[in-house]
């Protein structure tokens, strides 16, 4: 059957409550200079799942009418059930879904699959002339409007409209219909903002753009910023291209800023869900140990699919190092497999014997860790993540004779007291990825017996205390050298530190839904899963303590791609298990889905 996804985006004009300083990032406060925020109007609390499924319902089922009946849109009924549902109250009365009047944009987003004929010329067979049919996909991306004054109306006009595409087959089938996957984007009444303000009240995900010159306006909507990754900047900018055309000579240029609440159809059963932001389902609540194991189950077996025939976990252009520390995270949930007995144990295990492998042979081929001069940032790091990864995998002990090598060399490179004091002098800011080297390296060492012959029993003691002078590059760096063990001096790192007791859940910001984040800063999921890590390793927890660890563990399963729900992406296998660097872009990365896997097996 054709494989079609198709997307209603629904523009509201509804007022509300006030989000208040909405574009603030979270914990931030805003200081004298700033831009001021925007008053910016959600959506009725009544526009939920059920609402988003009886709007979804409404336009298959008219599209349906219109196949049976050849009913056109304005002679069709809107069922009772759907008309009358309750979405909110104003004035002391109840407003009814079928009152609500709202703006729509509507877009066919997705893939129909034909064979195309492709004829080759095989001199070297019998038959001179092949044929091969192939399954070509080609994306279809239709967009109209409706604006007819209100909300059930529009649906029923758009979808019809939807249904004369020339990007769809011929004739749609009720197969074909069926095969539709159908998401509501609402949004919030348009306010006006100043230009410079955007950046302050702009929130990846969570509010859209819209643009107006001479009576014309372009919007971008906020799953359109999440799916593209773009920022305030560039999210003005496709606005502005989308109006290109018009003179701006002869009337004013407009920006206003709005929210929104989208829903999308996804599974066999067609179950209607409300996302969270963009494109991310909404954190669930009711995870237990088991399915947060299984949930790093998905995430590895989605890495083992993207492993190379060499043994590299590579997400295209993936660092060496980030291949080392999925190589880690994978020998920790292959180690808690195996001692589980868990039938997925077999497959984790092969992969991460291969990805040693790989690792093995990089670091054969780069075994300057002697040699502190030269010594690139990179090798330290797979060195150090290898030493950790033989350490979580029993089947590894093979490799004890090399883990010891590794270390040797780790400690040999550091002896030299004149490098460490480099590192204490002031000013000096090693960059980045040598400071992350720095830190795994400290992991090692303390991943076994502190001292062996050869080995002096200070060092890693003095790279500890010469780290502590250094204020790390983000919050993920910070997160690293708290699980290496340093202690930046007074207050020097407190711009990463991690607020306990901060809100998670609904109850917080949407920003938060679970991650640890420092204030004022963006969130990404390596860094809230290595803050969980850290906070899970303290030797007392506090049951508030636990429940945080608990949320950010389920913010984690939420970064992970569902099958059923990356609807928006024409290769959804290549996707399903992956994890998001952040929950603001739907941006795949490897140190997120290895951090994540951590944080899922932390108890």
Known sequence: MKRIAFSIILLAAFGGISFGQAGAPAGSQPSVDQPPAVELKPLPAGLDAKAGKALIDLARLSMREYLLHRTPADGQQI???????????????????????FGLSLT???????PILIATTLSILPRPFHRVYLDQPFQIAETCSRNLGNLCRNVISAS??????????????????????FELEVVGKMTECPADALERNYRQGLTGLCLSIQGRSTQVMPSTCY???????????????????????????IWSVFCTRQFVETGPQKTVQMLYRGKLPDPPAGLDERQLLQSAVRVGLYLRSRQTAEGRYDLGGSEVWQHAYATFAMARLAGRLQAEKDSNAAAIAQSVNAAMKYTIAFCGQNLATTRPATQPSDSLAVASLLVLAVDQFP???????????????????????????????????????LLRAYYLACMAMSSGPLVQPGRQADVPANLRAALGKIVPHDQELYAWSVRAGVKPAG?????????????????????????????????GTAASALETLNLAASPVKSDSQSAIILAARRFCHAMICKPDEVYFDLHTDDWAGGVRAKPAAAQISLPASAAAIEALLAK
């Open 108 to 114: 066919i987003r997705g893939m129909v699959k034909q």
């Open 395 to 433: 089947p590894a002990n093979q490799l004890e004779r090399f883990r010891t090598q590794l270390l040797d060399g780790i400690y040999a490179r550091f002896a030299d007291t004149k490098l460490v004091a480099e590192l204490l002098s002031s000013g000096r800011q090693p960059p980045g990825d």
């Open 79 to 101: 069922p009772p059930e759907i008309k009358n549902l309750k979405v909110g109250q104003a004035d002391g009365r109840d407003v009814l879904l079928g009152e609500l009047t």
């Open 227 to 253: 799916l593209l990754d773009l920022n305030c900047r560039q999210a003005m900018e496709k606005c502005v291209r989308k109006l290109s055309t018009v003179q701006q000579g002869g009337g004013p240029v």
């Open 160 to 181: 019809l409209e939807a249904m004369r595409s020339p990007k769809l087959p011929d004739r749609v089938t009720k197969e074909v219909l069926y095969g539709l996957t």
């Open 491 to 523: 207050d020097q790192a407190g711009k990463f530190a991690v607020l306990a007791g901060l809100p998670v859940g609904r109850d917080g910001l949407p920003d938060e839904a679970g991650a640890l984040v420092a204030p004022g800063r963006q969130i």
